[in-house]
Structure formats: C-alpha cells, structure tokens
C-alpha cells in the first residue's frame, strides 16, 4: 500500500510502499476512501521534535477485523479518529474510535461531519446556550467552525457572528447562517455575545473575551495556547471553559454516540451541510497541507487515497 511520511521537523511530505498492517486485538482494517486534514496534524509536521505518524480522521470499507471485535464486520462502512498512519490506502482504526457511516452518505461526508461535527456539537454543549442568546463562532470558515455556525442556529441562538482571517470568507460564512461576519483585525467586534466558541486561541484571546457581554461563556477548544487575565474575567463575570473530544470519547462513550447521532440526524434533515473545500490525492499531501496552513479554507480539506 501507499502511505504519507515526513522524515524531519516540516517535511517535506512524501509517498512510500509499506505493507498493509494487520488488525491487533480490537482493531479494524479500514481501506481508506476519504481523510480528513486538521491543523493539529499539520502543526505536528512542522512542529514535532521528532517524525510523527500521520493520523486522523479517516472514513472507508472495514475489510478486516482483530481478535475481539463485536461491533463491525468486513464489509460495513466506517469513519473514525486514527492515531496510526492515516494518509494511507489502508489504515488501523479502533473499534471504540469507529463510527457506521449511513448508506445515504459518501465517505467524504462522513469524513467532513462526524469529527469536526463532534467538536463544534461538543464546544456548544460546554457553553450551555439559551434559546434566544448571541454566539461568537471564531475560524467560523474553518471545518470545526462552519459546522458550529450552523449548530449555533440549529440550537436557537438569536445572534450569530463568524469571525474570520480574510474578509474573503465573509460570503461563506453568512451562507451558513451568520449574521454578522466580523475579522479578527477589526477595531470593534460590534454588540457583545452570550458565548464564545473559540478555535484560535494565542493572541485572539483577549479581544474574544472582550467580545462577551457580562456573564458570559467562552469555550475554548483550540491548541493554540494563550493567556487570559483573571482580572478580565472577573470585572464582568466571565468564564472560560476548556473542552476536549478525546475526554469524552474515552470517558464518556455514551454522550459520545448520542452527540453522533444527532449530527447525522441533523445531515439527513438538511439541517447540518458540511463544506468541502477541496479532495487532493495523497501525493498531493503537501498542498493539502499548504491550504490548512494559510487559513485559505472554507469548509474541510479531505484527502482521496
């Protein structure tokens, strides 16, 4: 089979032969029909010590299964989270990561709504929004952030704003169903929200919380870092809170499939519409990878093996 590697910090990205791996105990043997690309990854090419596999969310046919496994069988579609080589024709999912894939969607939609879908479903659950109340979505032309525009409106947000890098996304992200699209350079983030969804982190932190009214939530998921003044926070009772997927699929599977099924309930309603940006072939990693990376994209970059 083919696969995607790095030998140093920053790649560059190039294709190899490899044996197809075998499915250990718990394991499925998925061939690869779609991968998703995420900046995590893309920021652990460039700044992992050491070469890294390259994981992920990938989606595809099951044709193998390891001592154990009870719940899928070759044959079936799955998508799932691959902490393996997931740039590849052929990669290893567990079966507790694995979700089914419906016959009325391709493996591109899976790939695009399941995962960042998870996110953007769980980062509004932390916020505890009230029908009515304002949303802040930032990278809202993100593959995390489209998903969570449309969530906001989905659950009865009054107000949505999008906020954005480049002017240049403004159009997409109304299409989703902003109100207002704001960028982040912008002197005055306009009327201050109930709630923050924030993919960015770093140094748009402070303007973020800023931008919520008293009393306000802002939940951060992203692994840019940054600081918040407690100071900032407590003149206007504001609160931070921290949220991570892998908590909750490793602690709490149950929420974990619930939240899945919403997301694919709300896709067959036309509810919830995941964007793909762009499908690039596996050698084309690299400007995969590039799109990500100059925050260019509206919606997922997906790889095509």
Not at 122 to 138: D, I, K, M, W, Y
Not at 160 to 176: E, H, I, Q, T, W
Not at 237 to 242: L, M, T, Y
Request: net charge negative.
């Amino acid at each position: 089979m083919r696969r995607v590697r790095y030998e140093s910090t920053g790649g560059p990205l190039f294709l190899e032969e490899a044996p197809v791996p075998e499915p250990g105990p718990g394991e499925l043997l998925v061939r690869c029909e779609a991968v998703g690309v995420t900046l995590p990854v893309v920021r652990k090419v460039t700044e992992a010590a050491e070469p890294i596999p390259l994981g992920g969310e990938i989606a595809g046919e099951v044709v193998a299964v390891g001592e154990g496994v009870g719940r899928f069988r070759a044959g079936e579609r799955v998508t799932g989270l691959c902490f393996g080589d997931g740039y590849a024709d052929f990669a290893l999912l567990h079966e507790a990561m694995a979700s089914p894939v419906p016959d009325t969607a391709s493996a591109v939609d899976a790939v695009a709504l399941v995962r960042s879908g998870l996110v953007a479903l769980g980062a509004l659950e932390a916020a505890r929004p009230e029908p009515g109340e304002s949303a802040l979505v930032t990278a809202a032309a993100s593959g995390v952030g489209h998903l969570a525009v449309q969530l906001a409106r989905v659950r009865g947000a009054g107000r949505v704003v999008g906020a954005v890098s480049d002017p240049g996304k403004a159009d997409f992200v109304r299409s989703l169903g902003a109100d207002e699209v704001i960028v982040y350079a912008d002197e005055s983030w306009g009327e201050p929200v109930d709630y923050t969804l924030d993919a960015v982190g770093g140094e748009l932190l402070t303007p973020a919380i800023g931008a919520l009214a008293p009393g306000g939530r802002l939940v951060a998921y992203s692994s840019g870092g940054g600081t918040i003044q407690a100071y900032d926070l407590l003149v206007g009772a504001k609160s931070v809170i921290g949220f991570q997927m892998a908590r909750i699929a490793r602690g709490k599977p149950e929420l974990y499939e619930r939240w899945r099924r919403e997301l694919w309930r709300l896709f067959g309603e036309g509810a919830l519409k995941p964007t793909v940006h762009g499908e690039f072939a596996l050698a084309d990693s690299a400007r995969a990878h590039a799109v990500i990376e100059s925050r260019s994209n509206r919606g997922k970059v997906v790889l095509r093996p």
